[in-house]
């Protein structure tokens, strides 16, 4: 077992939010720790995945040390499959050809929800973030996987704004809304895994990550949370896993 030390809390997010993808699978990936992930997948267990960005690229192949800062940096379209508009791009999501969207958010609530929106009240915002980009079409059409820091200011009981649905109050209300496909699938944080597959489609905490206790987990949260009665503990980062990801982000822009 390689011990908590040896690697820092953003690792861990990675190398765990990579896990959650699946060989064969069409990823919409956003920029950050969302796309070093899905890039992490495709290098060491998901040779056959396929990476999409906001910029139209199919198929992105990252090279190690340049993964791109926007979803509109060219960069990463040496050895794709092709390049789109970035119209012609989401029009993939509404024929059904992605199987999963993979992003970060500023707030997140019990529900899934994301906001990257404002912070505050909408008319006098506290804080401007950077909006949806196509972060509502991807969570509006596809199953979701979000990676974030896990603070008590970003996991809070109600979004300052719906920026991305997840699944809106719970129940069947996603489907009420006019979405009934796609939903959160995953949370993953530095502290845990969690998931919504219960009636409810609340967070519910799946695994703990080593060395974090549910004391910890709740006490960063900002509503009540529902833990798994086989709740699990994940397992740490892999050599392999570990090497790869610093290969990848050399300068540890994403992972420090």
Same mark, same amino acid.
């Given at each position: 077992?390689?011990?908590?030390?040896?690697?820092?809390?953003?690792?861990?997010?990675?190398?765990?939010?990579?896990?959650?993808?699946?060989?064969?699978?069409?990823?919409?990936?956003?920029?950050?720790?969302?796309?070093?992930?899905?890039?992490?997948?495709?290098?060491?267990?998901?040779?056959?995945?396929?990476?999409?960005?906001?910029?139209?690229?199919?198929?992105?192949?990252?090279?190690?040390?340049?993964?791109?800062?926007?979803?509109?940096?060219?960069?990463?379209?040496?050895?794709?499959?092709?390049?789109?508009?970035?119209?012609?791009?989401?029009?993939?999501?509404?024929?059904?050809?992605?199987?999963?969207?993979?992003?970060?958010?500023?707030?997140?609530?019990?529900?899934?929800?994301?906001?990257?929106?404002?912070?505050?009240?909408?008319?006098?915002?506290?804080?401007?973030?950077?909006?949806?980009?196509?972060?509502?079409?991807?969570?509006?059409?596809?199953?979701?996987?979000?990676?974030?820091?896990?603070?008590?200011?970003?996991?809070?009981?109600?979004?300052?704004?719906?920026?991305?649905?997840?699944?809106?109050?719970? @129940?069947? *209300? &996603?489907?009420?809304?006019?979405?009934? !496909? %796609?939903?959160?699938?995953?949370?993953?944080?530095? $502290? +845990? #895994?969690?998931?919504?597959?219960?009636?409810?489609?609340?967070?519910?905490?799946?695994?703990?990550?080593? @060395?974090? *206790? &549910?004391?910890?987990?709740?006490?960063? !949260? %900002?509503?009540?949370?529902?833990?798994?009665?086989? $709740? +699990? #503990?994940?397992?740490?980062?892999?050599?392999?896993?570990?090497?790869?990801?610093?290969?990848?982000?050399?300068?540890?822009?994403?992972?420090?």
């Amino acid at each position: 077992m390689i011990e908590p030390h040896r690697y820092t809390a953003n690792e861990i997010l990675t190398v765990l939010s990579a896990r959650q993808l699946r060989d064969g699978q069409v990823v919409f990936a956003g920029v950050g720790v969302p796309l070093l992930a899905a890039t992490l997948a495709q290098r060491t267990r998901c040779p056959g995945l396929t990476i999409l960005f906001e910029g139209g690229v199919i198929g992105a192949f990252v090279e190690p040390g340049k993964l791109p800062p926007s979803t509109n940096d060219q960069r990463c379209t040496k050895r794709a499959n092709m390049v789109l508009g970035s119209a012609e791009v989401l029009l993939l999501l509404q024929r059904g050809y992605v199987d999963v969207g993979f992003m970060g958010g500023a707030q997140i609530d019990q529900y899934g929800n994301l906001n990257s929106s404002f912070i505050g009240d909408s008319l006098h915002p506290k804080t401007r973030l950077p909006g949806t980009g196509g972060g509502n079409d991807i969570s509006s059409l596809a199953n979701m996987i979000v990676a974030m820091k896990h603070e008590k200011r970003r996991f809070v009981e109600h979004v300052d704004f719906i920026t991305s649905p997840g699944f809106i109050s719970g @129940g069947d *209300s &996603r489907a009420q809304s006019g979405l009934p !496909t %796609g939903g959160m699938f995953r949370v993953v944080t530095e $502290l +845990a #895994v969690f998931s919504f597959e219960d009636a409810e489609r609340r967070m519910k905490v799946a695994a703990l990550n080593p @060395g974090v *206790s &549910r004391d910890e987990v709740q006490d960063k !949260t %900002g509503f009540e949370l529902i833990f798994d009665d086989d $709740l +699990a #503990v994940t397992e740490p980062p892999s050599e392999n896993e570990l090497a790869t990801l610093r290969m990848l982000d050399p300068e540890h822009l994403f992972t420090a």
